[in-house]
């Protein structure tokens, strides 16, 4: 686990919380980069919402360690392997990781406007006049970019591949695009994404 997110011997509901939510994503047996794959993205999410939003209050910080929580228990084989089989899985992820994360919160002891608060930003509500929820889709869009995007784009037409970029493109906000621009990907990425813009 990276030392800069471990909370040892938490003392208060915001620690305990992370403690929780870390220890439940721990559990995942997909590894990556020799850790449990969810654990590693929700260290890789809170790194990007503490970047963007230094001062990110209580709620976006524990939303961001929780977006994924034990997401391997719904996997995608659960649901029809079609367009709407992928949507609908899509949907019960989303819901299931608030009510996760909702029935966390309460154990440690959150009120019920705090829970309620974590679990919007969880399911994007209010997206995108919510300045948190923008902070937060920022997020998820370069961990995709940086982390994801070049086992994404193996293997698939790069028409394909630009159309995505192109709507992952739409959701972010300025600061966010140069963030992206800046990341270290590889000169086919860089090029996909150069060409997916000036098409844009």
């Known amino acids: 686990m990276n030392p800069d997110y471990a ?3 938490p003392q208060s ?36 919402v503490l970047k963007l939003c ?13 977006q994924h929580i034990c997401r391997w228990s719904i996997p995608r084989e659960s649901h029809e392997m079609t367009r709407a089989g992928y949507l609908l899985w899509r949907n019960d992820l989303k819901q299931f990781h608030a009510r996760k994360a909702g029935e966390i919160l309460r154990e440690c002891g959150y009120p ?12 994007k509500k209010n997206f995108p006049t919510d300045p948190l929820s923008r902070v937060m889709e920022d997020a998820l869009c370069l961990v995709f970019l940086q982390y994801q ?14 159309e995505i970029v192109r709507k992952t ?10 963030h992206a621009l800046a990341l270290p990907l590889r000169a086919k990425e ?6 997916a813009l000036a098409a844009h």
């Open 13 to 48: 509901a915001f620690e305990a919380a992370l403690c929780r939510f870390d220890g439940e994503n721990s559990r995942d047996p997909n590894l990556e980069a020799g850790q449990p794959r969810e654990l590693l993205y929700a260290q890789r999410l809170t790194g990007w």
């Open 169 to 178: 493109w739409k959701k972010m906000t300025p600061e966010a695009h140069a």
């Open 112 to 123: 019920d406007a705090m829970i309620t608060r974590v679990q919007e930003l969880n399911l």
């Open 149 to 162: 995007f070049v086992e994404f784009a193996a293997g698939k037409d790069d028409a394909k591949v630009m």
């Open 7 to 9: 909370i040892r011997n």
């Open 54 to 66: 230094p001062d990110a209050p209580e709620e976006l910080r524990l939303a961001a360690r929780c």
């Open 190 to 195: 860089k090029l996909l994404i150069q060409k």
